[in-house]
């Protein structure tokens, strides 16, 4: 749309080079200014150019200028809020076209619709007294076609520079993204590598220390170091109580993820539900941030295979005993048992003794077995340790000391308990029955007056006879026939008539040999077996009371279980 | 003075060679821009031996003394010490300042060339129609009576500061104008004959 009617009009004769050359001066202003429009600034910059340029092309000046976005919203630029109250709803009745708007102040305004390739981009309306010249209004019409190019032009160049800060931020990330699984894969490789290794724990500590250049702790579930990696191990290793340790351990397996403790970055080596140990990086600066997390948590993730295998192969070997014992005591072939036995370390070519033992109290059979375990490596005794019917099963090879054995199990679980050593055995053939004779032995001392302690079968001697476990009623009641008077008096009078009754038997009744053995003077054995005669109405020196005295005596030291 | 041929001397603005005489409208986006033009200019007139006379903007006369380095014949003026008389621009005394330097350090011998640059900061705040008409009728003066000296004249107008009212006229008044990187010349800008209707302005012009 052209102001047809409005503009002036300038004849030919108006035309001289002056005014040529002002009006090409004029059109390379709109040049210059259209090159600034073009210099990548923003849209309100272009429009204030524009704005500003019309007085010195025309007679006109700007009333108002509104930049209209993509989405069709319009912003009235500086200077529109002075303008006639009407103008902005008249500019809006040309929906998009350039034309005239009359007002009632009677100026002369023109809107020109700063159109573009993608549409509106803005108005500019220009006012003046009288209507401008046609070359007015052609120098105009160009500044306006320059703005709406330079606005098209500045819209896409933001949209650009919007495009360009999204497509930077996703390319940040994925930098990140890139570096963070580098980093990642450095700790997987480092540590996987180092797992395959057969480094161990040391290991995994050292590597951890590499890989984050923090100390590492491992510790076991008690809170003892298993293994440090880095400087500054403390000597001696700071220990909590069992009851604060608990409560972290408590408390840690609560959470999914590292946790911070004071100075330290904890996470828990927990296959499944059991916690074999605790992973920390010792960190007292607060440097650790989501890298050295992650070098933890999969450190932990490393050691909880690493326990867990050790744990297996320990358990592995452990039922590979246990079932070899069972063997053994039940009777299997020889050949095989070597092979089995030599595959877990074990020399069954040496003599064995069966030991079989049992303790009062509220242990449960696997702490038994341990401190059975404990207790023959503290002895220096090379053995293979299994339960059996309730009790724990001892295969020991070379010569065994019982006291030895009982003392120590004695210091760690307590004095209530009782051994039953079985005969000597040269080959794996003998092995059940010598576990039959500590099963027996065992059996003789717990029913015996001093229940705890041990017994060796062969101590047993002819008791081993008398008492074959089913008639153990009648050995008491044949004891109690013999020695029940005695044994009474003894009770009475607190006095050793049995025993000295019983040592003057083993002595084949020399007065001499007894009171030595007694270390009490033949005087005082005199009146002992004087007082014993007479309680027992019995003659000494007749052969079948004899024997039975001499038998009882033996079978009441067995019951007293003295040894 | 009245050598008007180019010199072998280099003289050049953002790359670009300019001649003995010109004078320039510079359009620059803020100091930054105008210092990457302006100091390697400066620089290289000192360096080559030039006078050079800097109307820097307010506050900044010390600032470039330190960046140029104490080197050469340099003068450095601020709008109150030049051509602002009470905070109103003084054309006459403008016109006497540069011309008397140009006498003094052209016309002794001392000097083969001079570059002069003035900071037209000084300007923004006081623009109306009026300042603009002054203006425009110096720039046309300064470019006749610049053309017959062996110096070039740069007028340096910050776009983050004028507008298209100021900016048309000054490329329309200028045969040279540095705009958005580069140097256009107009030949059909007004010269002295062609603005008649500033009857003031061809008095300022030296004999």
């Keep these: 749309m052209t102001p047809e009617g409005d503009v002036v009009s300038r004849g030919q004769e108006a035309r001289t080079d002056s005014w040529w050359r002002a009006q090409l001066s004029n059109l390379y202003g709109v040049f210059a200014i259209s090159m600034m429009m073009f210099d990548g600034r923003e849209a309100a910059d272009i429009m204030r150019l524009a704005a500003t340029s019309v007085p010195s092309l025309s007679g006109c000046t700007t009333d108002a200028a509104y930049l209209v976005d993509e989405g069709g919203a319009v912003t009235p630029q500086d200077g529109a809020e002075e303008a006639h109250p009407d103008l902005a709803a008249e500019v809006a009745k040309l929906d998009g076209q350039s034309g005239r708007i009359e007002l009632a102040d009677g100026h002369w305004r023109w809107c020109y619709a700063l159109r573009g390739l993608r549409g509106l981009t803005g108005n500019l309306v220009v006012r003046a007294e009288q209507p401008p010249s046609s070359d007015e209004f052609f120098l105009l019409g160009s500044l306006c076609q320059q703005t709406a190019a330079a606005l098209t032009n500045s819209a896409s160049f933001m949209r650009e520079r919007r495009q360009a800060v999204v497509q930077r931020e996703l390319n940040d990330q994925l930098s990140a993204s890139v570096e963070r699984l580098k980093q990642q894969t450095l700790v997987h490789d480092v540590l996987s590598t180092i797992s395959a290794s057969g480094a161990g724990e040391s290991g995994i500590a050292h590597a951890l220390h590499q890989l984050t250049a923090l100390p590492v702790a491992i510790e076991d579930q008690f809170g003892n170091l298993r293994a440090w990696g880095g400087p500054g191990r403390p000597d001696p290793y700071p220990k909590v109580g069992v009851r604060r340790r608990e409560e972290l351990l408590r408390h840690l397996s609560t959470l999914p993820e590292a946790v911070r403790v004071k100075d330290r970055l904890i996470s828990l080596v927990r296959p499944r539900h059991e916690v074999l140990g605790v992973l920390a990086l010792i960190d007292p600066a607060r440097t650790a941030g989501a890298y050295e997390v992650f070098a933890l948590e999969y450190g932990s993730t490393v050691l909880a295979l690493e326990l867990s295998h050790q744990r297996s192969l320990a358990e592995a070997e452990l039922r590979l005993r246990r079932d070899l014992v069972d063997d053994l005591i039940t009777g299997t072939d020889d050949e095989s048992v070597y092979a089995r036995a030599e595959a877990i370390g074990h020399d069954l070519r040496r003599p064995h003794h069966v030991v079989v033992l049992r303790w009062a109290g509220d242990f449960a059979e696997d702490v038994v077995v341990e401190a059975t375990g404990r207790a023959v490596t503290t002895l220096g005794l090379a053995s293979l340790v299994s339960r059996h019917s309730g009790a724990v099963v001892l295969l020991v090879a070379g010569q065994l000391d019982g006291a030895a054995l009982y003392a120590s199990l004695s210091e760690k679980l307590g004095a209530e308990g009782a051994i039953g050593i079985g005969s000597r055995c040269d080959t794996p053939a003998r092995l059940p029955k010598s576990y039959a004779e500590a099963v027996r032995a065992l059996e003789i001392r717990r029913s015996s007056q001093i229940s705890s302690g041990f017994t060796r079968f062969e101590q047993l001697g002819i008791y081993r006879i008398l008492d074959t476990g089913q008639n153990h009623g009648d050995v008491v009641e044949f004891v109690h026939e013999w020695l029940g008077k005695l044994l009474d008096y003894d009770t009475r009078r607190n006095a050793e008539l049995v025993a000295t009754l019983a040592q003057y038997l083993e002595c084949g009744g020399s007065y001499d040999d007894t009171a030595a053995a007694l270390m009490i003077h033949r005087s005082t054995l005199r009146y002992r077996l004087g007082r014993i005669r007479e309680i027992t109405e019995l003659d000494l020196n007749d052969v079948n009371s004899r024997l039975n005295l001499h038998l009882a005596t033996r079978m009441w030291q067995v019951l007293r279980g003295s040894q | ?207």
């Design chain 2, 1 to 207: 003075m009245a050598e008007k041929d180019r010199t072998d001397r280099e003289v050049t603005l953002g790359g670009a060679a300019l001649a003995p005489g010109d004078h320039l409208c510079v359009f620059h986006r803020g100091r930054a821009e105008r210092d990457r033009l302006l100091i390697p200019f400066l620089t290289e007139g000192l360096r080559a031996g030039d006078a050079v006379l800097y109307l820097a903007a307010e506050g900044e006369r010390e600032n470039f003394r330190e960046r140029l380095g104490h080197v050469g014949d340099l003068v450095l003026t601020e709008p109150d010490s030049g051509h602002l008389r009470d905070g109103e621009f003084a054309p006459d005394a403008l016109f006497a300042m540069l011309d008397g330097w140009s006498r003094r350090k052209l016309g002794t011998g001392d000097h083969p060339f001079g570059r002069i640059v003035g900071d037209m900061s000084w300007a923004a705040p006081r623009l109306g129609s009026g300042l603009i008409d002054v203006l425009l009728a110096e720039e046309v003066a300064v470019t006749a009576w610049g053309q017959g000296l062996p110096q070039v004249i740069l007028c340096l107008y910050d776009l983050d500061l004028f507008g298209g009212d100021l900016i048309i006229p000054m490329i329309k008044s200028h045969p040279k104008s540095w705009m958005a990187g580069t140097l256009v010349e107009n030949p059909y800008y007004l010269s002295s004959t062609e603005n008649g209707h500033h009857p003031h302005f061809e008095r300022r012009i030296p004999s």
